[in-house]
């Protein structure tokens, strides 16, 4: 058995903390499918959402870029607007800066039937907002975004943190009157406009170069990335991991703790993801000292009762990939191990702890089925250890997890490389590192 440790605890003054606020599934779904067999069809080629983007990035990157639907998210706003559930994706290439060559947009899905994309407007200029969020746009479509990933679900409504912006918004920001260049980084919420879905844009992020993950806890926004307070700091050298704090809705953020990588210019440091469980926010991160060399190391925190405190064991070292909250009281963390092969955990308010039996697995993404909370059944997307590049769907319950037993195979994905998942309105689908996305037809009545 693995022992549960968090590490020590320090005072934290900046938290003011209250009362734990419910975190729902970033893919929560309206229809409940029974996952104790298959209960779907072969997966087959559905759609090709982002084959404009990659045109682009193929003229301007041939030596190579992301191509991969980086989320697939299915969103029920749940009574908040007309909008029915919807499928949206994610996309885009934050390393080759693929939203400036070509605007990054919000595209989802109306119907399984519908193969063909939608995109939604991004609301970031007066008189909808009350000040210009980001230089103008290109299109009413741009994000300013460089790559969206991940959705998340904050106290019902759907949101996404800004990876990296593009060269247009920051140097916007840049010419703002200050004493030094501010960094700025962006968040959107899902909103209602004339009865169409749109993303509300809030360019609230102090020094957030990137913007990597956001959640509600304790009656609070909070999100995470890296950064500077402004260029000086950046172009000496000193780049932080940031934890950011909001206690209006997204209108204004603060920091509350940035940590600096040791030594100036010599490395990168960022936290990447967020997963609030219990009573507990867990926030991973890590340090690359590029410059010198040597491995990416973990560095993770664990907020409670006011304090802050590190999270030992063994996955205290390790790169946190993803988060997956479950059903608020506990989540997954997939981890990746300095040979670059992967384990999961699970995360609880008491600590962490190892996902023996799934350690042949490399989980690639992990969805529920129908509303989490109550269903307390998911699906995810891996591949074998054993068989690579072999893949294949796996169900599993809350149980399974809490027993540490492996989940049970239901469906092959020969010759597939996903890259996301997502259960909507009872049919699977697959996002592809080519940039597809996939459909597996319910077979239950």
Not at 98 to 116: A, C, H, L, N, Q
Not at 277 to 302: A, C, K, Q
Not at 331 to 350: C, S, Y
Request: aromatic share 10%.
């Amino acid at each position: 058995m693995n022992r549960i440790s968090t590490g020590p605890t320090h005072a934290f003054p900046t938290l003011a903390l209250l009362s734990a606020a419910t975190f729902l599934p970033a893919c929560e779904t309206a229809t409940s499918v029974s996952t104790s067999g298959s209960g779907f069809g072969p997966a087959t080629s559905w759609s090709e959402p982002i084959a404009d983007y990659l045109a682009v990035g193929e003229a301007n990157f041939p030596d190579g870029f992301t191509r991969e639907i980086t989320a697939l998210d299915a969103f029920d706003p749940d009574g908040r607007g007309p909008q029915p559930e919807l499928l949206w994706i994610g996309y885009g290439d934050a390393t080759r800066n693929m939203g400036s060559k070509t605007p990054v947009e919000f595209r989802y899905f109306i119907s399984p039937e519908d193969p063909g994309y939608r995109v939604a407007r991004v609301l970031a200029a007066p008189p909808v907002t009350p000040t210009q969020q980001g230089e103008r746009q290109r299109t009413p479509f741009d994000t300013g975004e460089e790559q969206i990933e991940p959705y998340r679900v904050v106290d019902g409504v759907l949101w996404q943190a800004g990876v990296d912006s593009t060269d247009a918004d920051e140097l916007w920001t840049q010419a703002k009157p200050a004493e030094h260049r501010p960094i700025e980084g962006n968040v959107f919420r899902l909103d209602d406009r004339h009865g169409q879905p749109a993303w509300r844009k809030f360019r609230t992020i102090p020094g957030g170069e990137h913007v990597h993950d956001i959640c509600a806890y304790d009656g609070s926004i909070w999100a995470v990335g890296s950064g500077s307070a402004h260029r000086t700091e950046w172009e000496s050298g000193e780049i932080f991991r940031y934890l950011w704090r909001s206690d209006d809705g997204g209108e204004t953020f603060e920091p509350a703790l940035r940590v600096m990588f040791p030594e100036k210019g010599k490395g990168d440091t960022r936290f990447r993801r967020l997963l609030p469980v219990g009573d507990s926010l867990y926030v991973f991160g890590y340090v690359n000292p590029f410059v010198d060399g040597g491995p990416i190391e973990g560095r993770h925190v664990r907020l409670r009762d006011g304090m802050v405190g590190d999270v030992g064991g063994e996955i205290a070292d390790l790169l946190v990939l993803r988060t997956w909250p479950l059903d608020g009281e506990t989540g997954l963390a997939l981890a990746r191990n300095p040979d670059r092969t992967t384990r999961m955990f699970v995360v609880e308010a008491e600590g962490v702890r190892e996902l023996d039996a799934w350690s042949d697995l490399a989980v690639v993404d992990v969805a529920p089925v129908g509303s989490a909370a109550s269903s307390g059944e998911f699906l995810l997307v891996a591949g074998d250890r054993a068989e690579e590049p072999a893949h294949a769907v796996f169900a599993f319950s809350m149980e399974d997890v809490r027993s540490n037993r492996p989940p049970r195979e239901i469906l092959d994905l020969p010759e597939v490389a996903p890259s996301a998942i997502a259960v909507w309105r009872g049919d699977l689908f697959i996002g592809t590192r080519e940039g597809a996305v996939l459909r597996a037809r319910s077979e239950r009545p």
